[in-house]
């Protein structure tokens, strides 16, 4: 085990009557890559904020190696003159105030140390270091050389991520950092985390990324932390196997003292047993209490399917383009079918028009030249991200459904926002009260509320915590209509969808492979790594595989190889059928095709996990 990088030491902490924490303590190693998680509310962002000094606390203290620098992602998002690259170069302030310093210094000697401490950190290779982290988030050549005022909110915000991912701290903490990035964008994440030579603390309800990018989980829970080696599937399972030992060790507890009640109950007046009898009852004084597991409710989702299925294809798009302004369309040349029952996930950079095709999805734009053709009495329900700020902060939940639900009793409105996870107080709360996994619930009970045919979800898991995330996978794999997703979410994709449509280079159309695939693409293009900062010589590439990494990737593969044969068990099962072939042909040979695909799948991943075990037998 490394050395510890940072110190928690009985952290006492709370807002008002709510106590966050209590007596919580950790140490975490040096280098370790460490996820944040624990259900929305518990306190992780203020544990961050402590760290940071930001926050004074009741009883209790953080420590740090001497002169170790500690770095976030800057709340304010930067809004100035600035360019990106400009911007981004000075989050390193070391690199900054000694620039600042050769500039008016005098005294050869100090221009000499000056110099000297420039090399020691690469300095002359930062530009070069800002552009790539900067070409990683997604800015092109161009915009990078523009100035910072001259972005959107969600693109700023990356500015401050890319800021603080340059200046290279020895702890960087960061708070929900794919919040605003696209899949593109998380994937390069991911990939920088992972390489990342320093220690991370990441708050992050993002499966996939702590999985992938992490090798510790930091739990916060009733206010104490807990630290447990590995990734997020792997804590999943030690967590579970301890529940299972409290219960099994409370069970055998509650015998033991009921054996030793009943013997002081049955002796305590018999002299031959007194000495015996009040043994036990000091036995039965020192038996602590087992505390009872106690699981956190997580309300399931719910979208109603439609009431009469649609003849195939819901919609048609032939030679179809879309935009904003006449004679200058985003997208063009689509030429595509939508089906009933298809699960589809958009692909590319933020930019490249996945919301704007959504809205001619949606009927919110309409076609410029060719066709888009679907049924008359067609349904869509749209979740967008930025609608959870659109929510009329004083309106209740109750109020929306009143409006929808004019003849309706009020016990009938309730009993129905009941079944979201809107007991009586949060559905007469207003908006404003909610918290943003509340207002996500609110928005996905409105979108489906006419039971669409087509559900068309844009980044809906930002609010949500692991456990309500994997509640929509299921609400949404029980939807029996088509699915369009957005995401950056990984997991969320390959659990959800079936099919892969890229929207890049002004139109969009079929994705020819699966997410490793995409995820390969997107990595070849940005380099797969951007150089980092050293504090001890010029910038480094990371070493070739190592036997940790290429173990991880042989349990990653046997983990994919899992899913994908339990996905041809389902298919087998279905396909097995006879009547399906009678009953529904269409489907039945849907299904052959998604059996030869996912073979074909079975196949690739087979190949690249008997490569990586010959490597791993190498290394």
């Known amino acids: 085990m490394s050395a510890a990088m940072l110190h928690v030491n009985n952290l006492t902490y709370r807002i008002g009557t709510r106590l966050l924490l209590e007596d919580a303590t950790v140490a975490l190693p040096e280098g370790h890559k460490i996820g944040l998680v624990g259900r929305n509310g518990v306190g992780k962002s203020t544990l961050l904020r402590i760290i940071l000094g930001e926050l004074s606390t009741e009883s209790g203290s953080i420590r740090l190696p001497r002169r170790a620098r500690i770095g976030t992602v800057a709340q304010e998002a930067p809004g100035g003159s600035e360019t990106l690259i400009d911007t981004v170069l000075a989050g390193d302030r070391e690199r900054a105030e000694l620039l600042e310093a050769a500039e008016t210094e005098t005294d050869p000697h100090t221009i000499a140390d000056i110099q000297t401490r420039l090399a020691d950190i690469d300095s002359h290779s930062a530009p070069s270091r800002a552009a790539a982290i900067l070409s990683g988030l997604g800015f092109s050549e161009e915009k990078q050389a523009g100035p910072c005022s001259a972005l959107s909110g969600g693109w700023r915000m990356r500015v401050a991520l890319a800021a603080a991912l340059f200046a290279a701290p020895d702890v960087l903490l960061l708070d929900e950092p794919t919040n605003y990035l696209d899949l593109e964008g998380t994937i390069w994440l991911k990939d920088f985390i992972r390489k990342y030579r320093h220690t991370v603390l990441l708050v992050s309800h993002d499966r996939d990324l702590l999985n992938d990018a992490v090798d510790a989980i930091l739990h916060l829970d009733r206010g104490k932390l807990t630290l447990y080696q590995g990734n997020y599937d792997q804590f999943e399972r030690q967590r579970s196997e301890q529940q299972a030992l409290t219960l099994k060790l409370k069970k055998k507890q509650e015998a033991q003292r009921k054996h030793m009640e009943a013997f002081v109950e049955r002796f305590r007046y018999k002299a031959s047993k007194a000495r015996q009898a009040q043994s036990r009852l000091k036995a039965l004084a020192k038996l602590a209490p087992i505390a009872d597991v106690v699981e956190d409710r997580v309300y399931p989702f719910h979208f109603p399917n439609p009431e009469k299925p649609l003849a195939p294809p819901a919609i048609k798009w032939e030679d179809a383009s879309v935009g904003y302004e006449p004679g200058k369309p985003i997208l063009k040349k689509i030429t595509l079918r939508l089906d009933p029952d298809d699960r589809i996930a958009l692909l590319g950079s933020n930019g490249n028009g996945k919301s704007t095709f959504a809205k001619l999805l949606c009927g919110k734009l309409a076609t410029m030249d060719g066709e888009m053709r679907h049924h008359g009495k067609l349904t869509v329900g749209y979740f967008a991200q930025h609608q959870v700020d659109e929510l009329s902060p004083e ?100 659990t959800c969808a079936d099919r892969l449509w890229l929207v890049a280079d002004g139109t969009v159309k079929p994705f020819d492979g699966d997410m490793d695939d995409y995820t390969r693409l997107v990595l070849e293009r940005t380099g797969g790594r951007a150089p980092r900062r050293s504090s001890n010589g010029p910038a480094t590439r990371p070493a070739k595989l190592n036997p940790v990494a290429l173990s991880r990737q042989v349990q990653d593969l046997e983990a994919s190889i899992a899913s994908l044969q339990d996905k041809l068990s389902v298919l087998d099962r279905a396909l097995a059928d006879p009547d399906l072939y009678a009953s529904e042909p269409r489907k039945a040979a849907d299904f052959a095709k998604l059996r030869s695909r996912l073979a074909a799948d079975l196949d690739r991943a087979e190949s690249r996990w008997l490569e990586a075990q010959e490597n791993l037998s190498d290394a």
């Open 395 to 494: 309106r209740s939940p109750y109020s929306y459904f009143e409006e929808l639900m004019p003849e309706a009793t009020q016990s009938q409105r309730r009993a129905r926002l009941g079944a979201y996870g809107f007991g009586a107080t949060l559905a007469d709360s207003p908006s404003r009260t909610l918290s943003g996994g509340e207002k996500a619930r609110l928005l996905f009970a409105l979108a489906a509320f006419h039971a669409p045919h087509i559900l068309v979800l844009d980044e809906p898991t930002n609010h949500l915590d692991v456990d309500s995330r994997e509640a929509l996978i299921h609400a949404i794999n029980d939807y029996e209509g088509a699915v369009i997703l957005i995401s950056h979410e990984r997991h969320l994709i390959e």
